[in-house]
Structures are given as structure tokens and as C-alpha cells.
């Protein structure tokens, strides 16, 4: 089967770095994408691995590590606008749809 | 304008009753996704269709039904709601390939079945 697990939240002050993480069971390896969610909206691309390693774009990084069945979110220089939930999705098996985590709520306070 | 749209946004129900929500999209995408977000269970599948006429059964499926009438066009029907579906539903769309691709979300459609 396939599984997601991510942290449930997470807390962090303006300027500073968080990391977020989330691991992965899955058959047939097809790619991971994050997504970024504030309360009450719709679920926004972030970014998309495929291959193992780092992949920067302004302040998001994210990690794609395939024979860990790992991968972050890496938030640098938060801000406020950052507070919101993050969820990590990689494709299911037969390759028809996305399969989502739970979500992490992260929380910037001043 | 926005690629997907959903309406209605917001819809206050009683239990036993019928409700459709619909989705359109301008982004010339086949493939069409269904889901709802309740708290602390993440967006879960329900429905998804790759093409006119084409249904498939998501994760989450029993009490829902969908229609494709066009490619734009993927509704969603509740045929007797109950309580328990009340949630936040969103429909996503996907480019022609591979679920791969980056999915598109509408804004939402938040349920109350009372």
C-alpha cells in the first residue's frame, strides 16, 4: 500500500528556517510534490522531485531522497504570509491520481 | 478569471436532501478530480474522471456520485446528504499527461448538512 506521513504542526518566529518533513511508502516511485494551503483556500503548487537531491526556488527549498522514502520542505527567512498547512503528495500506483499527507500546520508568530 | 471555478462556494443543507456542486475549468486539462478535506484527515479522493464519459471510483466514493457532460465540466452530486458530509470539497484539474503533472484546484466549496 501507500502511505504519508508528515508532522501534524509546527511553530517557528519570522526570519528564521524551518524544516519541514515528510516520508513515504509507495510502489513505483513517480515523483513528489508539496503544496502549500492557507486556512480556508485552495491548495497551491510549491514544487515537484523527482530526482534525489535539492531543489531550490526562493525562499522553498525541497529534498527529494527516493531510497529513504524522504523528503522537506525547507522555509527560509519565514514570514507571516507563511503560516499555513503543507502537504506532501506523491502519485498513487496505477498512476491515475495523487494520493495527499495529512498535512503539516505551520505557525509564524512574531 | 480563474482556470477552475466551483460553485456553489458555500451551501447550507439539510440531511436527506440532494445537492450538486459543480466544477469548470478553462484550462483545457482532460483529467478531473474530486475531493473533500476534513480536519485532521487530509484531502481525500473521491471521484475522478480523464475524459468525457470516463468515471472513476476515488478512495471515497459511496454516497457520491459524478457526471462528465463536457470536458470543461465535472459535477458532483450528493443524492440524500447526511451530516457526516459535511466537509470543505475541492475539484482539481491535471494536464494530458501522466498524474504526474501539477493538479490545479478550484477555491472550494464548503458543505454544511445539518
Known amino acids: 500500500g501507500q502511505n504519508i506521513d508528515q508532522p501534524t504542526e509546527m511553530t517557528a518566529t519570522e526570519g528564521a528556517i524551518v524544516q519541514i518533513n515528510c516520508t513515504y511508502q509507495?510502489?513505483?516511485?513517480?515523483?513528489l510534490f508539496w503544496y502549500q494551503q492557507h486556512a480556508g483556500e485552495a491548495p497551491t503548487f510549491l514544487s515537484y522531485?523527482?530526482?534525489?537531491g535539492l531543489e531550490e526556488k526562493g525562499r522553498f527549498s525541497s529534498f527529494l531522497s527516493r531510497s529513504k522514502g524522504y523528503s522537506y520542505l525547507l522555509l527560509k527567512e519565514l514570514q507571516m504570509k507563511d503560516s499555513a498547512s503543507y502537504l506532501c503528495?506523491?502519485?498513487?500506483?496505477?498512476?491515475?491520481?495523487?494520493?495527499f499527507g495529512k498535512g503539516t500546520t505551520l505557525s509564524v508568530s512574531s | 478569471d480563474a482556470d477552475v471555478t466551483q460553485t456553489p462556494r458555500n451551501r447550507i443543507t439539510k440531511t436527506g436532501k440532494r445537492i450538486m456542486l459543480e466544477c469548470s475549468q478553462t484550462?483545457?486539462?482532460?483529467?478531473m478530480y474530486w475531493y473533500r478535506q476534513d480536519p485532521g484527515l487530509g484531502l481525500r479522493l473521491i471521484y475522478y474522471?480523464?475524459?468525457?464519459?470516463?468515471?472513476n471510483k476515488g478512495e471515497i466514493s459511496d454516497g457520491y456520485s459524478v457526471s462528465r457532460q463536457a470536458q470543461a465540466k465535472f459535477s458532483l452530486s450528493l443524492e440524500s446528504a447526511i451530516p457526516n458530509q459535511t466537509a470543505l470539497y475541492f475539484c482539481?484539474?491535471?494536464?494530458?499527461?501522466?498524474?504526474?503533472?501539477?493538479?490545479?484546484f478550484g477555491p472550494g466549496t464548503r458543505l454544511t448538512v445539518l
Open positions: 503528495a506523491v502519485p498513487n500506483q496505477a498512476g491515475t491520481a495523487l494520493i
Open positions: 509507495t510502489s513505483g516511485f513517480n515523483g
Open positions: 522531485n523527482v530526482l534525489d
Open positions: 484550462k483545457g486539462h482532460d483529467r
Open positions: 474522471s480523464f475524459d468525457v464519459k470516463d468515471i
Open positions: 482539481a484539474t491535471t494536464g494530458n499527461a501522466d498524474s504526474a503533472d501539477t493538479q490545479y
